[in-house]
């Protein structure tokens, strides 16, 4: 089981996963699965990180599952025992659930197929690159996109274009997933992660605890609620953030003109 098939960096307060097999494109494969996994619990639990930029090697984003090692029927030993104390860890790293409750901005190059195109839905922002290619692709192959898009694309963007991409498998540019509002920005190929590390600096000048409140207001008060038990929701969510330390600094900041100093406290 390679680990060194993702690359975890720590830049100031930012998390920076770089998926690192672009002799494969990126395919997923259990060591890359391991680490990305590991990667978001430290995400989660190191309160110096603020953020996180999830990106590909090699001007490639991911081309979803490793299809060759499928169909010889390989099983990596190390994963198979890995997967016997985490069952779902290879669906918590595609951050299908169990997502840190700390921003995560996707910086897309090349190739985000299949798996690629699964795990940008798990993330909240979301820049690609021009030349940059997304697709569900699994159809095409005699599988099913079990990383959530059934379920989650449809949220995300207008259902008639989530049921096209899903039933046709056809792949979408960079300019049809802005326009789909599958993804937020498109710059010039090589800056996606320039300008996804721009984005994650803005975050990380803002108070952690409201933005990790934020952060979970957004993934949890979802369509499914009535809008009046959402904005219950809200008050239970956001209240807490206006009896913290970061609060009383900000104000303080903002009064002495200065640029606040926050603490995540």
């Not at 920076?16 to 391991?34: D, F, H, Q, W, Y």
């Not at 259902?159 to 039933?167: C, G, R």
Request: net charge negative; proline share 4%.
């Amino acid at each position: 089981m390679n680990t060194e098939h993702a690359i975890v960096e720590e830049k100031g307060h930012t998390l920076v996963i770089t998926l690192n097999r672009p002799e494969k494109r990126n395919a997923l494969s259990p060591g890359m699965l391991v680490t990305v996994y590991e990667a978001w619990r430290k995400l989660d639990k190191d309160s110096n990180l603020r953020c996180a930029v999830l990106t590909g090697a090699g001007g490639t984003f991911c081309s979803g599952a490793d299809l060759s090692a499928m169909k010889d029927g390989n099983e990596d030993s190390q994963m198979m025992e890995k997967l016997k104390t985490i069952p779902d860890l290879h669906w918590q790293a595609l951050l299908r659930h169990n997502r840190p409750n700390k921003p995560i901005i996707a910086a897309v190059e090349g190739f985000a197929l299949a798996g690629g195109t699964e795990i940008l839905q798990g993330t909240d922002v979301r820049v690609a690159g021009k030349s940059a290619v997304f697709g569900l692709t699994e159809p095409l192959r005699g599988l099913f996109p079990l990383g959530g898009s059934t379920v989650r694309l449809r949220r995300q963007i207008p259902y008639t274009l989530a049921a096209e991409m899903l039933l046709t498998g056809r792949r979408i540019t960079a300019d049809e997933a802005k326009r789909f509002g599958l993804i937020g920005h498109v710059v010039e190929d090589g800056e996606a992660l320039s300008h996804a590390m721009t984005i994650a600096e803005s975050i990380n000048d803002n108070a952690p605890l409201s933005i990790q409140a934020i952060v979970k207001s957004l993934r949890e008060l979802d369509e499914s609620y009535l809008e009046v038990e959402a904005l219950e929701k809200e008050l239970e969510i956001g209240q807490p953030i206006f009896d913290t330390e970061d609060m009383m600094e900000g104000l303080t900041a903002f009064a002495e003109k200065r640029k606040p100093k926050f603490k995540g406290k």
